[in-house]
C-alpha cells in the first residue's frame, strides 16, 4: 500500500480529518525524518510505512483529548507528537520544549521547511524552563514516572489545564505512586496498525492540597 494510502486509512480509522495540504505536510515530516536521521540519530525507526503508523498516527491518537489554545510538548525529541498534531490542529499553538540540541535544530529544520507558524521549538529542560501564560495542556511522551511528569509539568498548566502522558501498558504502579490530589483519567488509545498496547494518562489537578 503507498504511504499515502496508509496515512489515510489511518486517519480515517482514528476518527480525524486531514486536508489535502496537511497530509502532504505529514508525509514531507516522515521524509525529513528519514533524511536528517542519517547524521542526526533521530530515530531508531528507518522503514517509511513504520514511520507512518508509529511516529504519524501514534502521536495522531492524542489528537481527540487536547483542549485549549496553547500546548507544551515536553521531551518533544523529533517533534513527536507535538509536530504531527500541529500540522492537523492548526487552531492550537504548540510550544516543543527539549534539552538535545541537535533535536531542536532538527525541529527547527521542520518548522521552516513545513512552513509551521503555529510551532516554537525550545532548546531547555522541562525544571528549568518557565511560561508567564500557561499551557491548557502538557504533552509527554512517557520520558518518566507520572509522578515525575506531574512534579514537572504541573506548574506550567493553567488553571483546569491537564498533563497528558503517553504510556505503554495502563501505568497501574504509577498511579498508585501518585500524590492525593490529582483525578486520573486513562484512556486506551488504538493506533491503527500497531499491535503494542499504548494508553493516555490525563491528569489534573482536582483543587484539594496534594
Known amino acids: ?3 499515502t494510502a496508509l496515512l489515510e486509512q489511518g486517519l480515517s480509522e482514528l476518527g480525524l480529518s486531514a486536508d489535502p495540504g496537511q497530509r502532504r505536510r505529514l508525509l514531507h515530516f516522515v521524509e525529513l525524518l528519514r533524511k536528517w536521521n542519517r547524521v542526526y540519530n533521530l530515530t531508531a525507526i528507518e522503514d517509511p510505512r513504520e514511520s507512518v503508523q508509529l511516529h504519524l498516527l501514534d502521536s495522531l491518537s492524542v489528537a481527540p483529548y487536547l483542549h485549549g489554545e496553547r500546548v507544551l510538548d515536553v521531551g518533544t525529541g ?3 507528537p507535538g509536530i504531527p498534531l500541529a500540522i492537523v490542529q492548526p487552531e492550537r499553538r ?3 520544549l527539549d534539552c538535545n540540541a541537535k533535536k531542536i535544530r532538527f525541529v527547527h529544520q521542520v ?3 513545513l512552513g509551521l507558524s503555529n510551532v516554537a521549538p525550545v532548546q531547555a529542560r522541562v525544571e528549568s524552563f518557565s511560561d508567564a501564560t500557561g499551557f491548557d495542556c502538557v504533552l509527554a511522551r512517557a520520558y518518566a514516572a507520572l509522578a515525575e511528569i506531574w512534579a514537572d509539568a504541573s506548574p506550567l ?3 483546569g489545564g491537564a498533563v497528558l502522558a503517553l504510556k505503554g501498558r495502563r501505568p497501574e504502579a504509577e498511579l498508585g505512586a501518585l500524590p492525593a490530589g490529582i483525578a486520573v483519567g486513562i484512556h486506551r ?9 499504548r494508553h493516555l494518562a490525563e491528569l489534573r489537578a482536582t483543587g484539594q492540597d496534594s
Not at 488509545?189 to 498496547?197: H, Q, S, T, W, Y
Open 189 to 197: 488509545l488504538r493506533v491503527p496498525g500497531v499491535d503494542a498496547e
Open 157 to 159: 498548566l493553567k488553571a
Open 94 to 96: 504548540f510550544v516543543l
Open 111 to 113: 518548522v521552516i521547511e
Open 1 to 3: 500500500m503507498p504511504l
Open 78 to 80: 523529533a517533534g513527536l
